[in-house]
């Protein structure tokens, strides 16, 4: 069974194509530029070498015609014929309180990801040209949507709630609904196989650290907590975004700078977090790099990361009656050990206990806390595309 997951942003296109008898990728690739000057595809058929091809490449439709091509192509190919194609996967990033799991799409699905539009604005339309595009292409083939929000479904309404007046929340659904849910299930769920104890029996919190970043309290294998809200804005300091700022702060700021809403918005989102305070980059790398070169603000700037997880893993702990295990993924997660260390360093008394042997890994599943520690510290890669197939592969074979 051959599954193709498709991850949509506004001018690009990610995918893997999935041979589900054993999990193995067997291509993947990114069509970027979409609509702009300058676009491409990069097509990797597992084993061999990438195949870059600039083509004009108008809108979401062309670039899935161009990825089907490249899935067909003789040499660098991966399928003889689109009817080995059993599914579509598609990351779809917000599915508000209507889905708690991937569904099958219908135009049911359809039109709920459509209102949904107004709460992921930059997000939802682009995930949606994408389906479109497969509905176009493949007009009989089962289409699947994972949501990055569903796992976050299962927090209590004391933890999704804001304290602004009730009647929004009726109105509007102004309330936390988080992302980056798919990778949070992900590791949790890996964490607890490689420690070989029932996701179940486990407080676990899941440190996804990327260019943006997301913590999450995993209680029983459920979402019961995650520092991001109604937006990927709030929680800790990212790459360019602030994380949690005193919400006054953003009418204070317009008007003194006499900036409207899109533009304060632009900074908050843009101008802020790593990049806003180092003047440096928004890349960990460069403020590690800068920061031992003596460059104070970048400093304080990883300073900031690190104090700012350190607080929200304590506040989850406290939130699960403790925590058993600590998992750390994404580009930041899975690949620095610094910032690993920088933020277990002061963790000691909740029972963490870091081996700074095992912590100088990359990229690589390991367990990097002591054997006494009482909480089990792991790096585990992320793979949402890998639940996405999954996922896809279950609800096709349902309706069958
Ligand atoms: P995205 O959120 O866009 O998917 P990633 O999960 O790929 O991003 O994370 C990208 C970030 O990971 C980079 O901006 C960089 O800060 C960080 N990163 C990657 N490798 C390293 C490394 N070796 N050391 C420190 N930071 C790293």
Redesign the pocket.
């Known amino acids: 069974m051959k599954i193709l997951v498709v991850n949509c942003g506004s001018s690009s296109l990610k995918y893997q194509l999935f041979d589900m008898t054993d999990e193995s990728v067997l291509a993947k690739g990114l069509v970027e530029r979409i609509g702009i000057e300058g676009a491409r595809i990069k097509h990797t058929k597992t084993g061999m070498d990438a195949v870059i091809r600039n083509t004009e490449i108008s809108n979401h439709k062309v670039a899935f015609k161009v990825v089907v091509e490249a899935l067909l192509d003789d040499s660098h190919g991966a399928l003889k014929s689109l009817d080995e194609l059993s599914a579509v996967g598609h990351r779809v990033v917000h599915a508000g309180e209507k889905y708690a799991g991937s569904v099958m799409i219908t135009q049911d699905v359809i039109d709920a990801l459509e209102e949904c539009v107004p709460l992921a604005p930059l997000h939802n339309p682009a995930n949606l040209m994408g389906i479109y595009a497969v509905t176009e292409a493949l007009p009989n083939i089962p289409q699947v949507g994972v949501f990055d929000t569903a796992f976050h479904q299962t927090m209590p309404g004391y933890a999704y709630m804001y304290g602004v007046p009730y009647h929004y929340y009726e109105k509007y659904k102004v309330r936390r609904y988080g992302f980056h849910g798919t990778s949070h299930f992900y590791v949790s769920r890996r964490a607890a196989e490689i420690l070989g104890k029932p996701v179940e029996s486990l407080n676990i919190v899941t440190c996804?650290?990327?260019?943006?970043?997301s913590i999450a309290a995993v209680k029983g294998g459920k979402s019961v907590d995650t520092s991001m809200g109604f937006s990927p804005l709030p929680g800790v300091i990212?790459?360019t975004r602030s994380g949690d700022v005193d919400p006054l702060l953003v009418s204070f700021l317009s008007d003194q700078e006499g900036i409207d809403n899109k533009a304060m918005s632009h900074v908050l989102n843009k101008e802020s977090g790593?990049l806003g305070i180092s003047g440096v980059?928004?890349?960990?790398?460069?403020?590690?790099e800068a920061a031992d070169a003596g460059n104070q603000r970048a400093r304080l700037a990883e300073d900031m990361l690190y104090y700012g997880v350190r607080k929200y893993i304590g506040s989850y702990a406290a939130a699960m009656g403790g925590m058993d295990v600590l998992v750390f993924?994404?580009?930041?997660?899975?690949?620095?050990?610094?910032?690993r260390e920088g933020i277990c360093t002061g963790l000691e008394f909740m029972g963490v206990k870091l081996d700074l042997e095992k912590n100088n890994v990359?990229?690589k599943e390991r367990i990097i806390s002591t054997d006494d520690s009482r909480v089990k510290v792991l790096v585990v890669p992320?793979d949402e595309e890998l639940v996405i197939a999954r996922d896809t592969k279950k609800i096709a074979m349902d309706r069958n």
Do not use: P, Q
């Open positions: 996804h650290m990327g260019n943006g970043s990212m790459g790593l980059s928004s890349d960990l790398r460069d403020i590690e993924t994404a580009g930041i997660g899975e690949n620095s050990g610094r910032a990359r990229g992320t």
